[in-house]
């Protein structure tokens, strides 16, 4: 039987999603886990996509195939009774054989939470803190820029070589906090992200926000696809992988 899960995570004490030998991981916990469930036989979980360490998700899906018959109700009690405490599986579905988490998916959302205020000790895992004024205004304008089909070479890992860099961005926004203005969240929908992209494209809206680039610079740098033209990888303490669409 092949099951599709919805779970959430804080990646704060992860070394990411991906299994890695002697390191904690969300995929390797999940693993464990299920694992046990199935009377001790080897259980291989694929994901829509990894995050990086200190990454979080809101709503990661993932799927695997357990050899004992089970019904989603008590896999869902099961699994969450064994999991760590930030590890927390929201749903369970049973889906066709042919199902995969990662090629069946259509598009993602994720946001990016950042602080212009006081430092925040209590947040510092979860929302990043800048602790300076931007200019959010110029920032949603260069944001805009990154909708449609681009080549995102510019904004991904350097020593990745892929074959394919064109993404679409379907939809961005720029979310002023009703309660608090020093609160920001930088939304990106999209067909698919690549490695950093994300963390590169708010890293460069930064800049943006500080004054120092233009948000017209978006399309030289989208048309340069060269990583050294955009700006540095934001830390990933403010990242949420918020939503997977199927």
């Given amino acids: 039987m092949r099951y599709l899960i919805t779970f959430s995570y804080d990646g704060s004490l992860f070394s990411g999603y991906q299994k890695q030998p002697k390191m904690r991981t969300i995929q390797g916990e999940?693993?464990?886990?299920?694992?046990?469930?199935?009377?001790?036989?080897k259980v291989d979980v694929h994901s829509s996509g990894r995050t990086d360490a200190g990454v979080h998700a809101l709503n990661q899906r993932a799927h695997f195939?357990?050899?004992?018959?089970?019904?989603?109700?008590?896999?869902?009690?099961?699994?969450?009774?064994l999991l760590p405490e930030?590890?927390?599986?929201?749903?369970?579905?049973?889906?066709?054989?042919?199902?995969?988490?990662?090629f069946n998916a259509i598009g993602k959302e994720y946001v990016y939470l950042i602080n212009m205020g006081e430092y925040d000790p209590i947040e510092?895992?979860?929302?990043?803190?800048?602790?300076?004024k931007l200019d959010v205004v110029e920032m949603e304008r260069a944001m805009k820029y990154l909708e449609?089909?681009?080549?995102?070479k510019s904004f991904t890992k350097t020593d990745e070589e892929k074959d394919d860099y064109v993404r679409t961005l379907s939809?961005?926004?720029l979310i002023r906090d009703t309660k608090d203005v020093n609160k920001?969240?930088?939304?990106?929908?999209?067909?698919?992200?690549?490695?950093?992209?994300?963390?590169n494209m708010v890293g460069t809206l930064i800049e943006v926000g500080e004054g120092k680039r233009k948000s017209e610079e978006i399309i030289t740098i989208l048309k340069e696809q060269n990583r050294?033209?955009?700006?540095?990888?934001?830390?990933?303490?403010?990242?949420y992988l918020k939503n997977v669409f199927y």
């Fill in 171 to 173: 939809q961005t926004n």
């Fill in 228 to 239: 050294t033209k955009a700006g540095k990888t934001a830390s990933p303490e403010g990242l």
């Fill in 86 to 102: 930030d590890i927390y599986v929201k749903k369970v579905e049973r889906v066709s054989d042919d199902f995969h988490a990662r």
């Fill in 30 to 41: 999940l693993e464990k886990v299920l694992k046990e469930i199935n009377d001790n036989k």
């Fill in 124 to 132: 510092r895992k979860y929302v990043y803190q800048y602790n300076k």
């Fill in 184 to 199: 920001i969240t930088l939304v990106f929908v999209g067909t698919g992200f690549l490695r950093y992209m994300v963390r």
């Fill in 148 to 152: 449609g089909t681009h080549n995102f």
């Fill in 65 to 81: 195939d357990l050899d004992i018959d089970i019904t989603v109700d008590n896999l869902f009690k099961g699994m969450n009774s």
